[in-house]
């Protein structure tokens, strides 16, 4: 019913255009007609008179009462993006600009030694299929790592399986293997929320990804994901965070 309506509507524009057309025709021929008389008119001695100053002669003026200033184009049928950019060009203000994404790294060695400790123990815990592994890396206590914002579990491991495809956690433990396998970049240096974090997408605009680093990013999310994302141009999938001193800060979803 939609495509049938959506026809239906085209036709009528169509047809609007033509009647608009052909009045135009009709509305020239008869100026045209017009002209003619009047010079038969002047035929016999009659002097000319001189012609009235037109709109365009006069910047800024008003038409006459009654004068022709012609038919307007059209609109399209179909406006796009740029006609609609033309017309509104200034009417939003530019969004503030926020600075250059941190720097994207992949050499390990560039991070602080706890900081690769840890990832490294994360990795060794997550190859091995089992989930408790994590529980010692997760800051058992009132520092314990973030795993999720809205969980009603305190316990980080239940919440992990929670999340995960399968009963054991397995699907959760290859999403942290692909993650801590991409680039990541360091955030908020020289305050309390300090961080070295993966994958590098979490902190970068999806907008400025290059076509590698869209590979990059599929390894870990779907087309499909990765559309859904694009509508609020933020990466919503899972990261981890560590401070500089070693602590496992957070592994959670979203934006």
Request: no cysteine.
């Amino acid at each position: 019913m939609k495509k049938a309506s959506a026809r239906a509507s085209r036709h009528r524009d169509l047809r609007r255009l033509a009647t608009t057309l052909i009045a135009g025709v009709m509305l020239v021929g008869t100026v045209g007609s017009a002209s003619a008389l009047s010079e038969l008119k002047q035929i016999g001695g009659q002097p000319a008179e001189e012609p009235a100053p037109t709109v365009e002669d006069t910047p800024g003026a008003a038409p006459p009462s009654g004068a022709v200033i012609g038919i307007p184009d059209p609109d399209p049928l179909i406006s796009t993006p740029d006609d609609k950019a033309d017309t509104t060009s200034g009417a939003e203000d530019a969004p503030e600009d926020q600075g250059p994404p941190p720097e994207v790294i992949y050499d390990i060695e560039k991070a602080p030694e706890p900081v690769r400790k840890l990832r490294q123990l994360i990795i060794e815990a997550a190859a091995s299929g089992d989930i408790e592994r994590l529980r010692p890396l997760l800051n058992p206590g009132p520092n314990q790592t973030q795993v999720m914002l809205d969980s009603a579990d305190p316990d980080p491991i239940t919440t992990l399986k929670g999340l995960s495809g399968d009963s054991e956690g397995i699907e959760v433990l290859a999403i942290l293997l692909d993650v801590l396998s991409t680039g990541f970049v360091h955030i908020n240096a020289g305050t309390p929320e300090e961080m070295y974090v993966w994958p590098y997408f979490a902190e970068k605009p999806l907008s400025t990804l290059t076509a590698p680093e869209k590979v990059e990013l599929f390894r870990i999310v779907t087309a499909g994901d990765f559309a859904d994302m694009q509508e609020s141009g933020n990466y919503n999938f899972f990261r981890v965070g560590i401070s500089p001193d070693g602590q496992w800060k957070l592994f959670t979803a979203g934006d």
